[in-house]
C-alpha cells in the first residue's frame, strides 16, 4: 500500500482548494502534502492523529495543519457519516514580499508553523461562517476570505498547539499506515509488538525504531493513547459504569486502566467524567 502524499485537485480558476468533502471521500490513509491545511469537521466523530497527537474529533472541531505534518482521521464506526470542510494552500500564492510586510506579521507566523494546531473560536463563530463561505466564493473574494480566515485563526489567544515533536521523517512504502489500521482493528485486544513487527515485516527492534521515527511515539505508547481515547468517547454516556469500559479499551484489570488513564489525561477516569456533566 503506497502512502498519500496528498494533492486534491482544484478548480481552474481558483488558486487553492476549498471543498466540502463527505463519506467515503472523506477517508484518506496517514499522508502529508505541501499545503497548509484548515479543518472544520461539520458531521461525525472519530479519532485524529496528527504528527505525534492522538486524540478525538467531533463535530464543530476546527484544526488547523502546517506543510508536511503527516495526519489521519478515523471515524469512531465505519457506518458514521463524516462532512468536512478543507482548505489547502500553498504559502506561495501569497508571494514573499506580501508575506514580508509588517502587516502580514500573524498571519506569516501562522502559515509557517510546522504543527498541528486546534483552533478556539469560543464567542467567535464568524469564524465558522467565513469557512463555509469560501466554499461557494469565486474571484477575489475567494483570496480576501482565505487571508480574513487567516488573520482570525492568527489572532485567536484560545488555540492550543497538539503537536510537540516535528516528524521529518515519512514512511514510503505504507507501512504506517498498514499498522495504524491494524492498531484500530485490534486495539481491545491484547496487541503484543512482535506480532504488529511481523506485520510490518521487521524484527522487533527494527519495527520500535521504525515507527518512533516515523511517529515520535513507541508503538506500546500509541497503543495506550488510541485506547485511553477510545474510553473518553465511552466515558460521555453516563449509562456506562467504568467497570465495563476499561474492558472494551483493553486494559486488563481496572487499577492500572485508572493509572494509564491519569498518566495521559491528568484526572481520573471518574473526574474526567465529571467534568463533562459539569460544563
Known sequence: MKPIVQKLPRQEFKSFVSITMSTPIFETPWHRHIENEILYIQEGHGTAIIGDFVGEFSPGDLFYIGSNVPHWFRKAQKDIFCTVVVIQFDQAIFGQTFLKLPEMAKVRQLIRLKQGMA????????????IKRLVEVEGFPHISTLLDILHQISSHTQNSLLTHEPIDSFDSKGIIDEVLEYTFEH????????????????????????????????????????????????????NTFISQIFHQCGFR???????????????????YRAAIYRS
Open 253 to 271: 484489570n481496572i487499577t492500572n486502566f485508572n493509572r494509564q488513564f491519569k498518566e495521559i489525561k491528568g484526572v481520573t477516569p471518574t473526574a
Open 187 to 238: 486495539f481491545q485486544e491484547n496487541i503484543r509488538v512482535e506480532e504488529v513487527a511481523a506485520i510490518a515485516k521487521m524484527s522487533t527492534s527494527n519495527f520500535r525504531r521504525f515507527f518512533k521515527l516515523n511517529t515520535k511515539k513507541s508503538f506500546s505508547g500509541f497503543l495506550k493513547e488510541i485506547r485511553i481515547a477510545h474510553a473518553c468517547k465511552l466515558l460521555k454516556d453516563k
Open 119 to 130: 483552533v478556539g473560536y469560543a464567542g467567535q463563530e464568524e469564524i465558522i461562517g467565513s
